[in-house]
């Protein structure tokens, strides 16, 4: 049986062109993505953009345009699934009320799962602010579309 696990993410770019970064611990290992999470069985690709935005950031968005899909394999780093991601452009419908940090894996409490906030300057963003391999690869797109 081959599994397949569905996620879904969103570019979230702010009017000083800063992009929202989620850095995170779980299971022991520590990481940074854009925020998001796994479809839910019965979900559509943007419903379950906008509840993962609701559930971590308590942030309503719309999506404004489909940005990337996985177009190559990439096998989760929790599990034995093959990841399948997609991107979108988001914007926020309702102010930003985040705790935001300026440092890197800052968070506020040592019980797991471990989650805070990150602006990044489009200008300074890189490939290695991200952990897993197709969010560094969004990121070099995002890079080149600039």
Not at 23 to 36: H, L
Not at 86 to 113: A, C, G, H, R, W
Request: with cysteine; charged share 25%.
């Amino acid at each position: 049986m081959y599994l397949f696990n569905v996620r879904v993410y969103g570019l979230l770019i702010n009017a000083n062109q800063e992009i929202l970064v989620s850095d995170e611990q779980e299971y022991g290992m520590r990481f940074t993505k854009f925020p998001g999470g796994g479809l839910e069985y019965g979900e559509g690709l943007t419903d379950g953009l906008k509840r993962e935005f609701v559930e971590e950031c308590n942030l309503d968005v719309e999506i404004v345009n489909h940005f990337y899909t996985t177009d190559f394999f990439v096998k989760s780093a929790f599990n034995d699934s093959q990841i399948i991601s997609v991107y979108y452009v988001v914007q926020n419908t309702t102010p930003v009320d985040l705790i935001i940090k300026t440092d890197v894996f800052d968070f506020d409490s040592d019980m797991e799962p471990l989650q805070s906030f990150r602006w990044i300057k489009l200008s300074e963003l890189n490939e290695g602010d991200f952990t897993f391999p197709i969010d560094q690869h969004v990121a070099k797109l995002l890079l080149q579309s600039l």
